[in-house]
């Protein structure tokens, strides 16, 4: 049961002192409130009770009790009913690095056959087949790229775009090709080299294919001559980022960096010029995956900061934060495969977080991240709430007066998101709603 | 006055102090070997091993380099920084009762010592170490009251906080009505003897102060010695251990 922790994890489990501060800030306990169960505090508690079965002084002497299936039916839910945030990582008094520790768990499980819960299971089979978890044609990565922006095949910036910008919510990804193009910044594309980063397996316990993707993935990257590798996706940066470097063996010659950071420092330089005032009050979500999961990485400038600076520095928009921001913001629920394993868990999450953007009056919830957009949206639907979910880049980029309409092309049925329609002076916030039904019975979930 | 009167000898005393070292060395030994059972690193093969996990915990410990092992000891393992930045009073809690406790076993442990010098009169320094023992009174009852003060904390946090009390299993409630009762046991034992810190002889018994001190060195040994690395107080350990293989955490 111990196969994929490391010893000081097995350390740190012990190191809860039962202080009880994660299960004032855990976003999953926060909806359910009868399931104390699935906080940090109670699952330590579980692992160890699990563990002495077979590795206590009394086992020692009396001999190891099996693992029952009802106490591993419960572990597992309880294990699986996390969305790997982070938030009592940073809050712990005992320093122990939670979302590392849940991601150890989870192998064991699925390893003894109790993991991963509900579609879970279906990543590592669409992502062996196909690359990406929609089902979506490797050769139509680039699809939706307008034809007017050069795209390289190499060169010193590489754009990840991810695979949910490439077939799912393109208006971020012509948004992002759009900046990039209007700046005069040449990018490359890894187009069908380009595979899915992976993350859902590994926050889901199932890095079989994780080690495939990461090495194909910085070897691509390395070919195209990436020096610096721009993410508008936060479980892809995420991933590349922490996970990639961890499996793959050689030297890793790029950056990785959150597009925000990137165009912030154009912002700084006076390249972006902006001509239509977004009057909206606008707050920004951090994703955790690209903050609290990177803070520590990449410092909490880039991780925090940058995107709020981005959003601040268009015209006309009313900024203001929410209660939970920064580290100790509260998780929108999609994360560490809840959205595909336990969606009810992740709906009432969301819908939480949008009730979070009510108190102060936002008309737009901007983000960096699609899976939080994709499960924000979820959860303002189903609350029927008038808030308007997008990412910074698209707010930029309708600012900037920039052409983001997305060409035709086979998955344009399949897109489903708010999008900003602008005039020669004014935008505003119109929902695109899906025409078909999607196969992607996965893909929401990272 | 010692509670070698009753029917203890000086000799048996020392005898159940190695004894009592020995069983808690093991339990620390046993469960550094049971961390051992994980692997070195994200995709290593497990080790199953004391020294590879002592290993491991010393290169994740000296990892960003000696400087930032010294700021971690000092910050979050001496000052409880990451305490304090949650809650004010959990921290005005734990630095009591840790100090406390940590201050009463040192100081217990340097008794022991001086006791060992005077019965054997080494170096002939029997009578300056029956004085050195008369000083540790002060400290002794400076850190028990501190200890007092962080135990009546906890003990109040968890009947009087609903959330607090909602959560607390019957291993919260053991261990700190444990460490409670010891530190209350430890201080009517210090009164009965009469003349004590603050209470005078208020509480003076001196007859039974032995029998009374007997019951707080029995419990206290109980839980510390042979309870701590059987069960999950082993956190006492774990987690400033945790602290430093993480810098200081997340």
Redesign the interface.
Known sequence: M???????????V????????C??WCPTFAVRPDR?GITP?YKN?RW?EL?AKS???RAKIFGPKPLTDDEMKVFTEDTYSCTTC?VC??????????VELWEAMRPNLVKRGDGPVGKQNMFPKLVKADRNPYMAKQEDRLCWVPKDIKVQESGDIVYFAGCTAAYRQQALGVATVRILDNLGVPFAMLGKDEWCCASAMVRTGQREVM?EHAVHNVDALKDAGAKNVLFACAGCLRNAAVDWP??YEGYIPYETMPLSVYLRERIRKGDVEYKIPLNYNVTYHDPCHNG?HLM?LKGKDWSFEASRDCITSIPGIKFRDMVRNRALQRCCGAGGGVKAGIPDLALDCAKARVKDGEEVAADIMASTCPFCRRNIMDGRNDAKSGIKVLDVVELMAASMGLDTTIPENPYTKFQEQDVLVCGPATCKVETVERKAPGKDLVGEAH | MAFYTLGLTFNLVIFLTVIILAVWAYGIY??FK??????????DQ??NSFW??LA??IH?AFKDGLWVFLRTVVL?VLL?R??LA??PV?WVMHMSMFYGFLMLAALSGLGLMIDIVEHFNLLGLSEQAEMAKELLSLPFDIFGYLLLIGATIAVSRRILLK??RD?T?A??ALLIGAVFLITVTGFYAEWMRGNSFLIGNAFEYPIYAPHFAMIHTVLAIGLFALILP?S?Y??VI??P???I??R???
Not at chain 2, 34 to 43: A, D, F, P, Q
């Open positions: 111990t196969g994929y922790m490391l010893s000081t994890q097995l350390m740190e012990d190191g809860c002192n039962r202080c009880q501060e299960m004032k104390p505090m508690a160890r563990q590795q206590s002084l982070g990582g940073t809050v712990c008094e005992a320093g122990i690095k939670t080690a961890m499996w609290r520590h | 046993f469960n049971k961390w051992g059972l994980g692997s070195t690193g994200y995709h497990l080790r590879l996990f491991t915990w994740e979050d409880l990451r305490t949650r809650s959990r959330f607090v959560n299993s291993y919260d059987w999950k082993i956190h774990a987690t251990m945790t602290l293989a993480n200081g955490g997340e």
